[in-house]
């Protein structure tokens, strides 16, 4: 197991990567806010292996976690869908905010796998391998589901 400090530094050094993953499955900052939160209390309290690759296994945690809430809450989908999003940037204006709020907006319209692994290839930059590995899926299925959301974003992105 690691030790608690080493573990702590860790978790404090990933924590933008566990933030963006967790909005990409959540498509909310709120609920992407939660989903750390219970992630890293987590793994405070359960800990890692020293032989375990540790950012594969943290995004793989918060999946499981996103999953488990979610059919625990079915509720919450229909909240998230009908709360406005919140942008990135609060307190600024401009093209770049107006392109960010298209781009959550078409992220929203993609499926569950989809958001998980464009949080995961595309944001992250993570290889179809280390995607499949971190969900437990083939490297096929990454592949094909990527491109799929690639294409549903082109649309969405391109449509007037």
Request: net charge positive; proline share 4%; glycine share 4%.
């Amino acid at each position: 197991m690691l030790g608690t400090a080493q573990l702590k530094t860790l978790l404090i050094n990933e924590l933008p990567r566990m933030r963006r993953f967790a909005y990409s499955l959540t498509g909310n900052k709120s609920d992407a806010d939660d989903l750390v939160q219970s992630l890293v209390e987590k793994l405070l309290r359960k800990g890692i292996k020293k032989n375990i690759p540790a950012i594969p296994w943290f995004l793989k945690v918060c999946k499981n976690l996103w999953i488990d809430e979610t059919r625990a809450n079915q509720s919450r989908r229909k909240l998230a869908e009908s709360s406005a999003q919140e942008p990135i940037a609060e307190n600024e204006a401009g093209p770049e905010n107006d392109q960010m709020a298209q781009i959550l907006k078409a992220m929203e319209q993609l499926n569950d796998e989809q958001r998980q692994l464009v949080g995961l290839v595309i944001v992250e930059g993570f290889s179809y391998a280390e995607a499949a590995r971190t969900l437990d899926i083939p490297v096929g299925t990454v592949m094909s589901r990527v491109a799929r959301a690639r294409a549903k974003l082109a649309q969405l992105l391109t449509a007037p």
